[in-house]
């Protein structure tokens, strides 16, 4: 019998063999995806040759149909922090589906939850309790609702080109406009420039600010807080009865060499803090809301107020066990020591780079967060053609970058944001020096053919056509 015959003698029978219909269905892939999902994905993916299929993973590598290996320096936009299916994270799970455990029945308290609260507590000293949701735009929603609560106020601060999610909530102090384009009215917000003391300033004398939301180093274009901004800002808060909120979905759990990005400055203690992405393994969606005792109990005041803040998923065993699972292995192998490590080596070969090319234009970043920016040439050959570019759209030369640097090396990454010429690259945090040196020589072999004047120019005319199309 083969494969098809199987799966369809499966489905007549009422049986699921997943197996089988990856097997029979899985080459429609983009073809489902156009019909049935976002038709623009599979559409974006075809025009810069990003439709590949992947067959298997493990760490910091996937596989395509071919057997090729492919570097991954995205991490699923930081979800696989510890790389895909981390052998202690696959065995917890296994364990906890094969404990059958009494999950989900909202009228009992499972320890899996309190076991991985004290966990995270353990590494949020100035913190108390957490409240565990679904995503990090989920956990940004807890945080804002909170701090509206507890504080009787309806403004929340937020930082020009943040990035915090893209639900309702979150998307009130997103400071894209793309984003928020169409989709108005939102909660009342006000944007202040990252690092700009004086502007939070003028703003919470007007007296109805509820809280400051901000990254420690921001996702789009890879901009950390200068030095003294946050220690600064939680003063000010602090002093208008305000409260500061800590974005650590993408920077927390080791990305920027410490377990949060604040703790990079000495005696930042936010309020609440949102965690997500690398929570998970990978695995089962998870986020986070951490804060302080008098929070909590202000929001949870009552029996009455039990449920005022819940959700159906949230907590569930999987998303617990796989938190657990995370947390030990960051731990037991010394994750954020190797990222210290890691980082700073990638960073520093990248940063040796940037005096070699002209269109390099600068590097930057904590960790395994690392950005790195293009800029106007020197040369009137090369700025010619960066013109060209920028006149068709900005950002379309670190678009031209990425696509080689997959279609040739075999690496994935990503640009850094919308109209942005930077790349960003969250790998997971198990890379290593190997890993370092392929991107960097692949890097440097990208660079060269774009001074030269190769094909990473004619690949560029075709994303111009593809830009004037669009408009």
């Known amino acids: 019998m083969t494969t098809a015959e199987s799966a369809s003698d499966s489905s007549q029978t009422g049986e699921f063999d997943l197996g089988a219909l990856l097997a029979e269905r899985g080459a429609e892939r983009y073809e489902l995806h156009s019909r049935h999902l976002n038709h623009q994905l599979p559409r974006m993916l075809h025009t810069i040759g990003f439709d590949k299929v992947y067959v298997r993973a493990e760490g910091a590598h996937f596989w395509d149909a071919d057997g090729n290996d492919h570097l991954d320096m995205l991490a699923g936009f930081g979800v696989m922090g510890l790389g895909r299916h981390h052998p202690v994270v696959r065995k917890a799970l296994h364990d906890v589906l094969d404990a059958s455990l009494a999950d989900l029945t909202r009228f009992d308290c499972q320890p899996l939850p309190g076991l991985l609260a004290e966990r995270l507590l353990a590494h949020s000293p100035h913190l108390d309790r957490v409240f565990f949701g679904n995503s990090g735009t989920e956990a940004v929603e807890g945080a804002l609702k909170f701090a509206r609560y507890v504080t009787g106020r309806p403004r929340v601060l937020y930082c020009e080109h943040a990035f915090h999610g893209l639900t309702t909530g979150s998307l009130s102090v997103n400071g894209e406009a793309g984003f928020r384009d169409g989709f108005a009215p939102l909660l009342p917000d006000t944007a202040v420039p990252l690092g700009d003391l004086d502007a939070l300033e003028r703003e919470l004398r007007r007296g109805d600010v509820a809280a400051l939301i901000v990254e420690p180093v921001q996702g789009k274009g890879v901009h950390a807080a200068p030095p003294g901004y946050l220690r600064g800002a939680q003063e000010l808060l602090r002093r208008h009865k305000a ?119 600068d590097v930057r970043g904590r960790g395994l967060m690392i950005g790195i920016e293009f800029g106007r040439p020197r040369s009137l050959r090369l700025r010619s053609r960066w013109t060209m570019l920028q006149a068709a759209r900005k950002g379309l030369f670190a678009q031209m970058v990425v696509v080689p640097l997959l279609q040739r090396h ?16 969250i790998p997971p945090l198990v890379v290593d020096e190997a890993d370092v040196e392929r991107f960097v020589d692949a890097f440097t072999a990208v660079m060269d053919d774009a001074h030269d004047g190769g094909l990473i120019w004619e690949f560029g005319r075709t994303l111009v056509k593809q830009a004037v199309a669009d408009r």
């Open 410 to 425: 075999r690496i994935l990454t990503q640009v850094s944001g919308d109209h942005m010429e930077v790349i960003k690259l």
């Open 243 to 361: 409260l500061l909120i800590a974005d650590e979905v993408q920077t927390g759990l080791g990305r920027t060499g410490d377990f949060y990005a604040y703790q990079h400055e000495e005696g930042v203690e936010p309020d609440l803090v949102c965690v997500a992405k690398a929570l998970s393994g990978g695995y089962v969606p998870v986020g986070a809301t951490i804060g302080r005792d008098w929070i909590f109990k202000k929001v949870f005041s009552s029996m009455d107020r039990v449920l005022v803040h819940s959700a159906s998923f949230g907590a569930n065993a999987q998303a617990m066990a796989a938190g657990l699972a995370v947390l030990s292995v960051m731990e037991n192998e010394g994750i954020v020591a190797h990222v210290r490590t890691t980082g700073e080596l990638l960073r520093s070969r990248l940063a040796a780079l940037v005096d070699k090319y002209e269109l390099l234009a």
